[in-house]
């Protein structure tokens, strides 16, 4: 299965992460399939900047988002993007 999930990047004790695409079974911080943006907790708020359309895309062909990039993904509202997807499925 194919899931939307974090990428640990940064040194030791200064963690930021890339939001990417990878397979289930592959490693935290192994091969990925396409990295959509990223998230650093250090900064006051949060930095989290990610490609809506490359995410509501990947919803629709059957990603899941990992609990944590899933909590991310309500505060940036995709019911537009995946409404405009359906109606260009339909189409």
Do not use: C
């Not at 695409?21 to 990925?32: C, E, I, K, L």
């Not at 990223?38 to 900047?49: I, K, L, S």
Request: hydrophobic share 30%; charged share 30%; net charge positive.
């Amino acid at each position: 299965m194919v899931r939307i999930r974090l990428r640990r990047t940064g040194s030791k004790k200064q963690a930021s992460y890339r939001v990417v695409v990878a397979d289930q079974r592959s490693p935290r911080d192994g091969q990925f399939i396409e990295n959509l943006g990223h998230y650093n907790p250090r900064t006051n708020p949060p930095t989290f900047e990610i490609d809506r359309d490359r995410v509501a895309y990947w919803l629709e062909k059957g990603a899941q988002p990992s609990d944590s990039v899933a909590q991310m993904l309500r505060n940036v509202d995709l019911s537009a993007e995946r409404a405009k997807l359906r109606e260009t499925s339909n189409a």
